[in-house]
Every structure is written in C-alpha cells, then in structure tokens.
C-alpha cells in the first residue's frame, strides 16, 4: 500500500474529535509497563480498534488503548500497547502510530520496552537508557515512497536519541532508587528468542541489550523530526548469559517487581521535559 499524508490525517483527525488539548509528549508502553498507564490523571481512553486507518495490538501483555491525559501536570497522550513485525505487520505498517501522534501536535516522544541484557554488568530490574541502537534484521520501516509532509528520502540518525533528553533521563535517575544504565539497543525481530551465538555475536556488535520492539519507532520518530527518549527495562539476561532456558513468564515478573518505582521514574521524567 502506498501511504499517503491523508491517510495518516483520518487517524489523527478522529482522535482530535476525542479531546480537548493538544498533547504535548507522547508516550510508548512496552511490555508488561502497562501500569504506568494508572498513572495518568483525567484519562480519555481509546480503543484502537475504532481509530481509522490503525492498527491491532495482538500481544496478551499489550492493552490495545490509547490514553490521553496529564501526567506531573504534562498533557500526553501514551500507547498502552505497541506493534511488531513478528504479529504479521509489514516494516511500513509500523511508521503508522508515530506519523499519527506527530499530526496530533506531539513534540517529543518517549519509547519503552522490555529487554534481555548482554552486558554481564547488568541485571534484571535495571534500567537502559538506549544511546544508540543496532538494526541488521528486516526492512525499514521508511521503505517505499517517501512522503515528503513528514521528512527527508534520506535523513540523519547520528543523534536520533537525543542527547538532551538522555541527560535528562540521567538526572531523574538520581533520585530513583532503580540502576540506570545508558548503552546500545540491538533489535532482533523475534518472536523467538535469540540464540546463545546470536547473542555473542550481539556483544561483539557492542549491543547492551536486545529487543523485538523500539527501533521501528524511533526511525520514524527520527524521519518526523520528533525528539526521542527510549527507555529498556531489563526483565532477563539475554541467552548464553547464563546456563539457563529463557522463559517469557521471566519479563512478567520482573515488570511487575519494578512497575512502581519505573512509573515514578517515568514521571519525573515527563514532568522534567
């Protein structure tokens, strides 16, 4: 399918009709971070399934909702709930949430996910501020014509995850008591796990953790023009870290243990923007 900007604009448009403000951040819940989502104060809640033009969140741990409120007194609008290649979405599927919340009049944009830590020196619980990323699976999610309302054919990534905003992120940390990391994210498209040589091969790549999620979101935040923070919460230590069998309940409850002090992270971080 070929996007256009009017495609996007029947989303947005829609949305707009749904509230009264203009949301100034826009925030990404990952998995099992729902919980931050109780945190938003006079919520108007929507489901993706009446949003024209969107798309269906299929993962058990992912709400399916867009919430539209305040947080530390910020107006925001968050996905409870993201997409991923591995549900059966095409890589220029995924530009769609992100387009959208720029044509809602979103200035920055906050990604969060669950990931699986490389570095030794990690720990499930911690927290990754992501510098940098590496991407050597898949399609780009700007593949196929270019639609020029948004941004360049060809644009600059050097400083996609903005350098402000991760300092920012750092100085909240202090008053936190989780460990806050900064590294690099590798994106693998999954959805199985990754296997023990991938992931030596991950660490020579100078990866910190991996993920199934995040980066589709930031390229396309980046081709908007769109100041990004992305945020992983480390659930599990990645395969071959440890002489162990992954299991998916380990993100469940890991995510669980942390969802209060991170939803108290999260918010001083968006009151701080």
Known sequence: MTYTCEFF???????RAQVDFTPETGIVLGSCLGPFA?????????????????LLSTVASHAGKLIFGTVAGKRVVCMSGRF?????????????PIRVLKLLGVKSVIL?????????????????????????????????PNVEDFGPRFFDVSQMYAPELRRLALDCAKNSPLR???????????PQ?????????????????????????????????????????????????????LRAEEVDVTAEKIAGPFSDYMKAIVAAI
Do not use: W
Request: hydrophobic share 45%; proline share 7%.
């Open 193 to 245: 796990f990754e296997t023990p040589a991938e992931i030596r091969a991950a660490r020579f790549l100078a990866a910190d953790a991996v993920g199934m999620s995040t980066v589709t979101e930031a390229l396309t935040a980046a081709h908007c023009g769109m100041p990004l923070l992305a945020l992983s919460v480390i659930t599990n230590m990645a395969a071959g870290v440890l002489d162990q069998p």
């Open 9 to 15: 604009q029947k989303s947005a448009d829609f949305l």
């Open 38 to 54: 109780q945190a938003i104060e006079h919520p108007v809640v929507v489901d993706y399934a009446g949003i024209p033009n969107f």
């Open 180 to 190: 806050v990391h900064e590294g690099t994210y590798m994106f693998f498209p999954g």
């Open 112 to 144: 969060t996910n669950a990931a699986g830590a490389v570095n030794p020196d990690y720990r499930p619980g911690d927290v990754m501020i992501i510098a940098d990323h590496v991407k050597l699976n898949g399609e780009s999610p700007l593949r196929g």
């Open 84 to 96: 991923h290649s591995y549900e059966g979405y095409r890589f220029e599927e995924l530009v769609i």
